[in-house]
């Protein structure tokens, strides 16, 4: 059985790291909202209360809900072998994940720093600002965390096997390089191991058919990375 | 044999959320950086690499590491049955503990809109636009989501017994109380379920020794959950 997967229909967002390790593993899935529309979706919530979720994306299976990013990983990668089995290694890609969660955050609150459910225009100065310490100190925190982290890997983070981090970090980068073209440019040698590991899940034989399908959304700047060229540095 | 707790020694924190769910639960722990300090919490940091945290709070036993929050009280849950046991239970759970750490991130964000790595006072009319956005958009959205999940379940969130997001909506309450007095004064009476379980955790064994112990650290200017009266609001 399928798992229907609901998430904003025009963007890639947070809904991205869920379509990655479904398009990698092969599990069938239904986008539902590509096909129904975002009102379908808003619909769709509201009929799981008292547990529906607080946001988008989530799965729906059975009439059963989970949502949240890393949630919903940890489930498909204990029910679809995406973790490692043991339960060390499998704690440990969960904190990653978590982590990877966490840039994702403030890279939204880079160009919405003050109003998160106001327009960037009515923020520009503010957004400039974040960007600025993002991009200074945060950023490279970040990159500097996980790159340590993969190295200490094989092949992959873990395993010598592609799991649910590995096609994150893959969405992590391609985001950081669309948000922040030069600066990513500049500091990407500092990163041989995520470049590599993002280079292996573009070449995974479900990432390269989805990159290729319009199932695939391109960034926008609606979405989660988005490129503002004044927010970008070198 | 103990865990091994660490976290700033100074603040609540993000590590409150850890040192609840062990203290009702009884679970025997040492709050290392309580007794050794800041600087030895940065140096064990290190120590773990590269399988090191990003950030505190971690939990040590044997030489193995777990960091972020939600993953330690998943861990937590599993090994000391503070989670309930079926699968569909469990992940709900973990997503409204995920949806905690949200709240979290962005009451944060209030107070450090634009520099996370800044002092409040150099971002001050930015962190009061963003308080009053928290205040009349998000706060009242989150706390009326995690209401109707509460109201929902039984006794507690879920199964007749409390869980670790029953300590973690405690503590979620208390920080609010205290961030926004004069907000939760006059909203509170929306989220009768939110205020029972509060006092349920209050009233817990372990959690009433706990706070009136030394371990409890008061709130203050340097955690999360911050009093500046500038930024409550009726």
């Known amino acids: 059985m399928a798992y229907n997967l609901w998430y904003w229909p025009s963007i890639q967002g947070r809904g991205e790291f869920v379509r990655l390790a479904l398009e990698a593993a092969g599990i069938d899935y239904r986008d539902c909202a590509r096909e129904l529309g975002a009102e379908a979706l808003m619909a769709d919530m509201a009929k799981h209360a008292p547990r529906?979720?607080?946001?988008?994306?989530?799965?729906?299976?059975?009439?059963?809900?989970?949502?949240?990013?890393?949630?919903?990983?940890?489930?498909?990668?204990?029910?679809?072998?995406?973790?490692?089995?043991?339960?060390?290694?499998?704690?440990?890609?969960q904190q990653l994940q978590l982590t990877v969660a966490d840039v994702v955050a403030e890279v939204h609150n880079v160009h919405h720093p003050v109003e998160m459910m106001a327009y960037y225009d009515e923020q520009k100065p503010e957004a400039a600002r974040a960007a600025a310490q993002f991009r200074s100190e945060r950023l490279p925190k970040f990159l500097t965390y996980l790159e340590d982290a993969v190295a200490a890997g094989g092949?992959?983070?873990?395993?010598?096997?592609?799991?649910?981090?590995?096609?994150s970090l893959f969405q992590l980068v391609e985001g950081l390089r669309y948000m922040f073209p030069r600066r990513m440019a500049a500091i990407a040698g500092q990163y041989p191991n995520l470049i590599r590991i993002r280079d292996q899940v573009a070449d995974l034989p479900g990432i390269r058919a989805y990159l290729k399908s319009d199932r695939r959304l391109p960034f926008n700047e609606d979405g989660i990375f988005r490129h503002y060229p004044e927010l970008d540095g070198e």
């Open 52 to 93: 529906a979720p607080f946001a988008p994306p989530y799965l729906e299976i059975d009439g059963h809900v989970i949502a949240q990013v890393a949630n919903i990983l940890a489930f498909l990668g204990t029910q679809h072998d995406l973790a490692p089995t043991n339960l060390a290694d499998r704690y440990w890609i």
């Open 155 to 167: 092949d992959w983070t873990i395993d010598g096997r592609w799991t649910y981090v590995d096609t």
